[in-house]
Protein backbone atom coordinates (compact mmCIF):
# COMPACT_ATOMS: atom_id res chain seq x y z
CA UNK A 1 0.00 0.00 0.00
CA UNK A 2 1.27 3.04 -0.70
CA UNK A 3 2.20 6.10 1.25
CA UNK A 4 1.38 9.24 0.30
CA UNK A 5 3.06 10.73 -2.92
CA UNK A 6 4.27 14.23 -3.66
CA UNK A 7 5.98 15.39 -6.30
CA UNK A 8 8.38 17.29 -7.26
CA UNK A 9 10.55 16.61 -4.28
CA UNK A 10 12.68 19.66 -5.43
CA UNK A 11 11.38 22.63 -7.31
CA UNK A 12 13.76 25.65 -8.25
CA UNK A 13 11.68 28.60 -9.42
CA UNK A 14 12.70 32.13 -10.46
CA UNK A 15 10.50 34.98 -8.97
CA UNK A 16 7.31 35.60 -10.48
CA UNK A 17 6.87 32.16 -11.81
CA UNK A 18 4.62 29.48 -10.92
CA UNK A 19 4.96 26.26 -8.30
CA UNK A 20 3.00 23.28 -8.61
CA UNK A 21 2.54 20.62 -6.38
CA UNK A 22 1.07 17.96 -6.30
CA UNK A 23 -0.16 15.01 -3.59
CA UNK A 24 -1.25 11.51 -3.91
CA UNK A 25 -2.96 10.28 -0.89
CA UNK A 26 -3.22 6.97 0.44
CA UNK A 27 -5.38 4.94 -0.95
CA UNK A 28 -8.96 4.92 0.67
CA UNK A 29 -8.30 8.30 2.08
CA UNK A 30 -10.10 11.07 1.20
CA UNK A 31 -8.97 13.74 3.82
CA UNK A 32 -5.83 15.89 2.35
CA UNK A 33 -4.13 18.40 4.19
CA UNK A 34 -1.06 20.89 3.03
CA UNK A 35 1.57 22.27 5.53
CA UNK A 36 4.14 24.53 4.81
CA UNK A 37 7.33 24.37 7.01
CA UNK A 38 9.80 27.59 6.51
CA UNK A 39 13.25 27.02 7.53
CA UNK A 40 13.67 26.60 11.09
CA UNK A 41 10.10 27.07 12.22
CA UNK A 42 7.67 24.26 12.81
CA UNK A 43 4.37 22.91 10.92
CA UNK A 44 2.30 25.42 9.59
CA UNK A 45 -1.54 24.44 8.41
CA UNK A 46 -2.57 25.68 5.30
CA UNK A 47 -5.48 23.89 3.98
CA UNK A 48 -7.52 21.10 4.80
CA UNK A 49 -9.36 19.37 1.28
CA UNK A 50 -11.86 16.78 0.52
CA UNK A 51 -12.98 15.48 -3.31
CA UNK A 52 -14.04 18.49 -4.86
CA UNK A 53 -14.27 20.70 -1.72
CA UNK A 54 -12.28 22.75 0.35
CA UNK A 55 -13.20 22.50 4.13
CA UNK A 56 -11.07 24.77 5.77
CA UNK A 57 -8.10 27.45 4.32
CA UNK A 58 -7.57 29.32 7.31
CA UNK A 59 -4.03 28.66 6.64
CA UNK A 60 -3.26 29.96 3.12
CA UNK A 61 -2.34 33.25 2.70
CA UNK A 62 -4.98 35.57 0.55
CA UNK A 63 -3.27 36.27 -2.68
CA UNK A 64 -1.34 34.02 -5.09
CA UNK A 65 -1.93 30.61 -3.09
CA UNK A 66 -4.74 28.53 -4.38
CA UNK A 67 -5.33 24.53 -3.57
CA UNK A 68 -7.55 21.90 -5.33
CA UNK A 69 -8.59 18.36 -4.60
CA UNK A 70 -10.34 17.65 -8.04
CA UNK A 71 -12.91 14.38 -7.95
CA UNK A 72 -9.86 12.38 -10.26
CA UNK A 73 -6.32 12.80 -9.66
CA UNK A 74 -4.03 14.15 -7.05
CA UNK A 75 -4.60 17.36 -4.40
CA UNK A 76 -2.71 20.38 -6.44
CA UNK A 77 -1.28 23.35 -4.12
CA UNK A 78 -0.21 26.45 -6.53
CA UNK A 79 1.84 29.34 -6.02
CA UNK A 80 1.33 32.22 -8.45
CA UNK A 81 3.80 34.39 -9.19
CA UNK A 82 6.58 33.18 -6.25
CA UNK A 83 8.93 35.27 -4.12
CA UNK A 84 11.53 34.30 -1.83
CA UNK A 85 9.68 33.96 0.98
CA UNK A 86 7.82 31.29 -0.16
CA UNK A 87 11.06 28.97 -0.20
CA UNK A 88 9.83 26.13 2.24
CA UNK A 89 9.07 22.56 2.79
CA UNK A 90 5.60 21.81 1.96
CA UNK A 91 4.25 18.68 3.43
CA UNK A 92 0.92 16.94 2.67
CA UNK A 93 -0.76 14.72 4.53
CA UNK A 94 -4.20 12.54 4.30
CA UNK A 95 -6.21 10.77 6.88
CA UNK A 96 -8.72 8.02 6.07
CA UNK A 97 -11.21 10.01 8.65
CA UNK A 98 -12.28 13.38 10.44
CA UNK A 99 -13.46 12.16 14.08
CA UNK A 100 -11.22 10.59 16.28
CA UNK A 101 -7.68 11.46 16.65
CA UNK A 102 -7.04 11.59 13.18
CA UNK A 103 -3.66 11.12 12.96
CA UNK A 104 -2.17 12.34 9.48
CA UNK A 105 -0.27 10.18 7.06
CA UNK A 106 2.63 12.82 6.03
CA UNK A 107 4.52 12.81 2.52
CA UNK A 108 8.17 13.24 2.01
CA UNK A 109 7.45 16.70 1.25
CA UNK A 110 8.28 18.89 -1.62
CA UNK A 111 11.08 21.55 -1.11
CA UNK A 112 10.48 24.84 -3.26
CA UNK A 113 13.80 26.78 -3.60
CA UNK A 114 12.99 30.88 -5.03
CA UNK A 115 15.83 32.30 -6.89
CA UNK B 1 -1.25 32.97 18.64
CA UNK B 2 0.64 30.53 19.12
CA UNK B 3 -1.87 27.51 20.38
CA UNK B 4 0.68 24.51 20.70
CA UNK B 5 4.13 25.71 22.22
CA UNK B 6 6.99 23.29 22.55
CA UNK B 7 9.34 25.53 24.47
CA UNK B 8 12.51 23.40 24.46
CA UNK B 9 14.37 23.59 21.06
CA UNK B 10 16.46 20.68 21.85
CA UNK B 11 17.16 17.98 24.46
CA UNK B 12 20.12 15.83 24.39
CA UNK B 13 19.85 12.56 26.44
CA UNK B 14 22.30 9.63 27.31
CA UNK B 15 21.40 6.23 25.84
CA UNK B 16 19.48 4.24 27.76
CA UNK B 17 17.85 7.15 29.79
CA UNK B 18 14.45 8.36 29.75
CA UNK B 19 13.50 11.53 27.20
CA UNK B 20 10.57 14.15 28.43
CA UNK B 21 9.79 16.08 25.87
CA UNK B 22 7.10 19.09 26.62
CA UNK B 23 4.24 20.49 25.22
CA UNK B 24 1.74 23.04 26.16
CA UNK B 25 -1.46 24.39 24.53
CA UNK B 26 -4.07 27.11 25.31
CA UNK B 27 -7.25 25.88 23.20
CA UNK B 28 -9.38 24.28 25.88
CA UNK B 29 -11.69 23.05 22.81
CA UNK B 30 -8.38 20.55 21.49
CA UNK B 31 -9.90 16.96 22.20
CA UNK B 32 -6.98 14.79 21.06
CA UNK B 33 -3.46 15.10 21.24
CA UNK B 34 -0.45 13.16 19.02
CA UNK B 35 3.01 13.62 18.53
CA UNK B 36 4.89 12.89 15.67
CA UNK B 37 9.03 11.91 14.77
CA UNK B 38 10.35 13.53 11.54
CA UNK B 39 13.57 12.69 10.13
CA UNK B 40 15.84 14.90 8.06
CA UNK B 41 14.53 15.47 4.67
CA UNK B 42 11.63 12.81 5.42
CA UNK B 43 8.10 13.77 6.44
CA UNK B 44 6.56 13.00 10.23
CA UNK B 45 5.41 9.80 10.79
CA UNK B 46 3.01 9.43 13.84
CA UNK B 47 3.59 8.39 17.12
CA UNK B 48 1.17 8.69 19.28
CA UNK B 49 -2.06 10.00 20.31
CA UNK B 50 -4.27 10.66 23.21
CA UNK B 51 -7.96 12.01 23.99
CA UNK B 52 -8.74 14.10 26.11
CA UNK B 53 -10.26 12.18 28.12
CA UNK B 54 -7.64 10.27 29.12
CA UNK B 55 -4.47 10.71 31.16
CA UNK B 56 -1.95 8.54 30.33
CA UNK B 57 -1.32 6.57 26.73
CA UNK B 58 1.30 3.53 26.70
CA UNK B 59 2.81 2.25 23.29
CA UNK B 60 5.81 0.15 23.79
CA UNK B 61 8.63 2.57 25.16
CA UNK B 62 6.46 5.51 24.57
CA UNK B 63 4.23 7.14 27.09
CA UNK B 64 2.58 10.46 26.66
CA UNK B 65 0.60 11.86 29.42
CA UNK B 66 -2.06 14.47 29.94
CA UNK B 67 -2.73 17.15 32.32
CA UNK B 68 -6.07 18.80 31.29
CA UNK B 69 -5.86 21.77 34.20
CA UNK B 70 -2.41 22.43 33.17
CA UNK B 71 -2.97 22.15 29.73
CA UNK B 72 0.09 20.35 29.27
CA UNK B 73 1.41 17.39 28.02
CA UNK B 74 4.88 15.23 28.18
CA UNK B 75 5.84 12.30 25.91
CA UNK B 76 8.40 10.05 27.09
CA UNK B 77 10.60 7.73 25.74
CA UNK B 78 12.44 5.02 27.95
CA UNK B 79 14.96 3.56 27.13
CA UNK B 80 16.09 5.83 24.94
CA UNK B 81 17.42 4.96 21.71
CA UNK B 82 20.55 6.18 19.26
CA UNK B 83 17.79 5.91 16.55
CA UNK B 84 14.99 8.19 18.43
CA UNK B 85 17.35 11.01 17.45
CA UNK B 86 15.33 13.35 15.65
CA UNK B 87 12.60 16.23 15.65
CA UNK B 88 9.51 15.53 17.73
CA UNK B 89 5.92 17.46 17.01
CA UNK B 90 3.40 17.92 19.62
CA UNK B 91 0.19 18.46 17.27
CA UNK B 92 -3.39 19.06 18.86
CA UNK B 93 -6.57 19.25 16.99
CA UNK B 94 -10.42 19.51 17.56
CA UNK B 95 -12.39 16.74 15.96
CA UNK B 96 -14.86 19.17 14.82
CA UNK B 97 -12.47 21.66 12.99
CA UNK B 98 -10.61 18.90 11.16
CA UNK B 99 -7.30 20.72 11.21
CA UNK B 100 -4.44 19.68 13.42
CA UNK B 101 -2.25 22.41 14.78
CA UNK B 102 1.45 21.57 15.34
CA UNK B 103 4.47 23.54 17.58
CA UNK B 104 7.33 23.94 16.75
CA UNK B 105 9.13 20.53 17.25
CA UNK B 106 11.77 19.93 19.97
CA UNK B 107 15.34 18.46 18.26
CA UNK B 108 16.37 15.21 20.47
CA UNK B 109 19.57 13.27 20.00
CA UNK B 110 20.18 10.73 22.23
CA UNK B 111 24.24 10.00 22.44
CA UNK B 112 25.60 6.45 22.51
Known amino acids: NAGVMQNPRHLVRRRGQEARLRCSPMKGHSHVYWYRQLPEEGLKFMVY????????ESGMPKERFSAEFPKEGPSILRIQQVVRGDSAAYFC??????FGSGELFFGEGSRLTVL | DQQVKQNSPSLSVQEGRISILNCDYT??????FLWYKKYPAEGPTFLIS?????DKNEDGRFTVFLNKSAKHLSLHIVPSQPGDSAVYFCAARNTNAGKSTFGDGTTLTVKP
Open chain 1, 93 to 98: ASSPRS
Open chain 2, 27 to 32: NSMFDY
Open chain 2, 50 to 54: ISSIK
Open chain 1, 49 to 56: LQKENIID
